[in-house]
């Protein structure tokens, strides 16, 4: 008998904590400290213009999206930001970033956003290409200075 598939993308809760953690991590591609991502988390979940997502299979968290919404001064309408998004290895190629990007993208539409933007470091080129197959483009570029 097959197991039933169960996948769904749904808003974060105190529980997906731990979960999330590892899959920034993963991100990120170092241990991160662990009581600054808590209290940033927990600031996050409080915030009404953050929204954080996750992506469960099976009852395993194996996706996560955060948005971010702006009011900035030089836009017409508020923005949406994508701050991370983030697969966990064995569950890439499923299409789990194609769901939650489009997931975002209805969200936006819902709120009359003006527009989703994103950055995304140079030395990830699948990233880039990812992005661009879902109507990106690149537009600005994103400077940083190491304080």
Same mark, same amino acid.
């Given at each position: 008998?097959?197991?039933?598939?169960?996948s769904?993308?749904?808003?974060?809760?105190?529980e997906?904590?731990?979960d999330?953690y590892?899959?920034?991590c993963?991100l990120?591609n170092?241990?991160l400290c662990?009581?600054?991502?808590?209290?940033?988390?927990?600031?996050?979940?409080?915030?009404?213009n953050?929204f954080y997502y996750v992506?469960?299979?099976n009852?395993? *968290?194996v996706?996560?999206m #955060?948005l +971010?919404?702006?009011?900035?001064l030089?836009h017409?309408? =508020?923005?949406?930001? !994508?701050v991370?998004?983030?697969?966990s290895?064995?569950?890439?190629g499923?299409?789990i970033?194609?769901?939650?990007?489009?997931?975002v993208?209805?969200?936006a539409k819902?709120?009359q956003?003006e527009? *989703?933007?994103l950055s995304t #470091?140079t +030395?990830?080129?699948r990233a880039h290409?990812?992005?661009e =197959?879902?109507?990106? !483009?690149?537009?600005h570029?994103?400077?940083i200075?190491?304080?």
């Amino acid at each position: 008998m097959k197991m039933e598939d169960k996948s769904m993308i749904k808003e974060v809760s105190l529980e997906h904590m731990n979960d999330i953690y590892q899959l920034i991590c993963v991100l990120e591609n170092t241990q991160l400290c662990r009581e600054s991502f808590e209290k940033k988390f927990l600031m996050g979940i409080n915030d009404p213009n953050v929204f954080y997502y996750v992506y469960e299979m099976n009852h395993c *968290i194996v996706g996560f999206m #955060s948005l +971010y919404i702006h009011h900035y001064l030089h836009h017409n309408k =508020a923005t949406a930001e !994508i701050v991370e998004l983030v697969v966990s290895p064995e569950a890439r190629g499923q299409k789990i970033g194609d769901q939650l990007i489009r997931y975002v993208e209805d969200l936006a539409k819902k709120m009359q956003l003006e527009e *989703i933007e994103l950055s995304t #470091s140079t +030395y990830r080129k699948r990233a880039h290409r990812f992005y661009e =197959a879902h109507g990106f !483009i690149m537009n600005h570029y994103n400077y940083i200075k190491k304080l």
